[in-house]
């Protein structure tokens, strides 16, 4: 069983549509990643939370560190939103222990 | 933002031959570089942590004579694959910390995709 587990692995949606990707973690962490990686391979770093809520556009993610629960939201859905989205725990060394990701596809 | 850049972007080479990846921090120091490995549909996997000035720590099951990292300045990291066979083919990534903040906060680069004929 992977340390980090996220669902759904796919999802495909329609353009407009809330979105919410879940990441669970069976290690107690102090914080928790999101990432964002695109079709071409490139990787950004969309949060790193420790607790609560953190908002950026209409990006939301948030964490339960004692359910070690973080659900990463996107509201009114775009095409471009398309991509794969990781989550990712830091261990030692700042070393991080990834998701399987879930891969976005965003319909018009 | 902290922008971390790879060259080159891809390449390709034949099998046997050396490749070299550079990972470097463009507008922050790096005191530690992490090298990735991603094959088709896979998630990311940590080959080794890269120290400035110091050896690089592998993790378990890379082979540190065929993937040798060198850490010679603050912002730039270098991968060299050797003797590549086509098994070596996958998207290599590195991702930068931030020297002196306290916060685990990484910065990827944006990936080198390796084709070994």
């Known amino acids: 069983k992977n340390e980090v587990e996220q669902s759904p692995q796919n999802l495909t949606a329609q353009e407009g549509e809330f979105i919410t990707i879940n990441c669970s973690y069976s290690v107690g962490i102090s914080a928790l990643h999101w990432l964002q990686q695109h079709p071409g391979g490139g990787i950004v770093s969309l949060f790193m939370?420790?607790?609560g809520k953190k908002k950026h556009g209409r990006l939301i993610a948030t964490i339960n560190i004692q359910e070690k629960h973080s659900s990463l939201h996107i509201t009114a859905s775009h095409p471009r939103d398309s991509a794969v989205y990781i989550c990712a725990r830091p261990g030692t060394a700042s070393k991080l222990t990834f998701g399987t990701g879930t891969r976005l596809q965003v319909t018009l | 933002g902290a922008v971390v850049s790879q060259h080159p972007s891809w390449v390709i080479c034949k099998s046997g031959t050396s490749v070299k990846i550079e990972c470097r921090s463009l507008d922050f120091q790096a005191t530690t570089m992490f090298w990735y490995r991603q094959f088709p549909k896979q998630s990311l996997m940590l080959m080794a942590t890269s120290n400035e000035g110091s050896k690089a720590t592998y993790e378990q099951g890379v082979e540190k004579d065929k993937f040798l990292i060198n850490h010679a300045s603050l912002t730039l990291s270098t991968l060299t694959v050797t003797s590549a066979h086509p098994e070596d083919s996958s998207f290599y990534i590195c991702?930068?910390?931030?020297?002196?903040?306290?916060?685990?906060?990484?910065?990827f680069g944006p990936g080198t995709r390796l084709t070994v004929l």
């Open positions: 939370l420790s607790s």
């Open positions: 991702s930068a910390r931030e020297a002196g903040l306290e916060t685990d906060t990484q910065y």
